[in-house]
């Protein structure tokens, strides 16, 4: 090991604390955590020289790889100008660009409104209060709850983690914000009062943490229109699914669904800097029009940050020059069809999940029993990926593979090919 790596490791393991991590096998004696320190397209390099392919898009935000010279020569751009300036009181011409490019994605008079955040988490809390504010000052005061879906997952902060169906990231915090519906089907969910419900959340199409499991076909149609004759107002959390994961730019398109709330963040600014998005409708942002109390007091301090809205800029810009979806369909089939090889030669593999560019591999024993959780058999197969060429993580025993959109075929099946080499150890 270099001397580098070392001083870096002991540094981390001295000081860091890293999220959904046990910190006790981090920090334990003969742990030698990987130290990134150089990426380019699909690929990532660690201090030690080793390359492997970004098989989980850097937790699901990169889109167009690493380094992109577009994306990074706006970035550069901006930073010859300001690297930021607030958005209370002030604008700055980003983040106007940003907004009108965000809401042309879909019919007008539609999305009309973007109030911008930091993160997937903040980018609910935005859609949540402003639910809640907006019936509180249409006179529907008893809409104070939501509805979210069973195994979803839409952030740690308060406000999110209420929705949060996970028991272990959630249990501890049950009760503490706000009341919450869980359901597991549409069914469930038209057997619910809608009298005291201000809206319903969902990842649009497939859940993410939820082993990526997608939803059926038309439910997101469906849930709209059962939304239309509640009242109920429709977030939609497109926090993972949005700018070309699903194959569509949004999700919510695929089956021609407006939301009245859509939150975005991750690929917003194809994975480079912290930047959130909370789009909404012109009715809804009028019932914050008028006397001062009527105003949303909410706010970041990098909120709308040039830095995020130039590479943000650039990133939508590129989806047009590479024609990034118009690539998609031969890349999705190729996926596809290494996921059917790679079940086909291994017993372990007990289902495959795909929606569009995203993928979940389910392993189990081969008489279909799950393994027992302490054997965290998942990462024992990523971490033997590691030595072929591939990072990715699991969710419990379901490995994610989820590269940039910018992935070549013969990537592809370079991913694929780690895994089966990894599973046959």
Not at 47 to 72: F, K, M, Q, V
Not at 249 to 258: D, H, P
Not at 274 to 294: E, H, S
Not at 403 to 412: G, H, Q
């Amino acid at each position: 090991m270099r001397e580098d790596t070392r001083r870096w490791i002991e540094g981390d393991q001295a000081r860091c604390w890293h999220p959904f991590t046990r910190q006790a096998e981090w920090c334990g004696r003969g742990h030698e955590p990987l130290v990134l320190v150089r990426g380019e397209g699909s690929w990532l390099w660690d201090s030690e020289g080793r390359r492997y392919l970004d098989g989980n898009s850097s937790i699901w935000t990169n889109i167009h790889g690493h380094a992109h010279p577009a994306i990074n020569a706006a970035i550069q751009k901006q930073l010859g100008k300001v690297a930021h300036t607030s958005f209370l009181g002030f604008t700055h011409p980003l983040a106007a660009e940003l907004a009108e490019r965000l809401c042309g994605f879909f019919p007008a008079p539609t999305m009309e409104r973007v109030f911008f955040s930091d993160d997937g988490s903040t980018a609910v809390e935005c859609a949540l209060k402003m639910a809640l504010q907006f019936r509180l000052q249409t006179g529907q005061p008893t809409r104070n709850g939501f509805v979210a879906f069973a195994n979803g997952y839409h952030g740690d902060t308060l406000g999110a983690a209420s929705l949060g169906g996970v028991g272990r990231f959630f249990e501890h915090f049950r009760g503490m914000g706000y009341p919450v519906h869980h359901v597991g089907s549409m069914d469930e969910l038209r057997n619910l009062p809608t009298e005291n419900i201000a809206g319903v959340v969902i990842e649009p199409l497939i859940q993410g943490v939820n082993e990526m499991r997608p939803w059926p076909a038309g439910m997101l149609a469906d849930l709209r229109k059962w939304c239309d004759a509640t009242g109920v107002h429709l977030i939609l959390d497109e926090v993972m699914t949005g700018f070309g994961r699903t194959g569509e730019m949004f999700a919510c398109q695929r089956e021609n669904v407006i939301p009245d709330f859509l939150c975005l963040a991750k690929g917003l600014t194809g994975g480079y800097l912290p930047l959130a998005a909370t789009l909404t409708t012109g009715k809804i942002y009028d019932a914050f029009l008028g006397a001062a109390d009527r105003a949303f007091y909410y706010g970041h301090s990098y909120t709308a940050n040039p830095l995020g809205c130039a590479a943000a800029l650039a990133s939508l810009d590129v989806f047009e020059t590479e024609k990034t979806l118009a690539h998609l369909p031969e890349k999705i089939a190729r996926l596809a069809s290494g996921l059917a090889a790679l079940k086909s030669r291994h017993p372990l593999v007990h289902e495959t999940r795909q929606c569009g560019f995203i993928a979940g591999i389910e392993l189990r024993r081969p008489d279909g029993e799950k393994f027992p959780p302490g054997e965290r058999f998942g990462e024992a197969v990523c971490l033997a990926a590691r030595a072929h060429g591939l990072l990715t993580r699991p969710i419990l025993d379901t490995i994610v593979l989820m590269p940039p959109l910018s992935t070549r075929l013969e990537e592809i099946d370079h991913a694929i090919n780690a895994l089966d080499l990894a599973l046959g150890q």
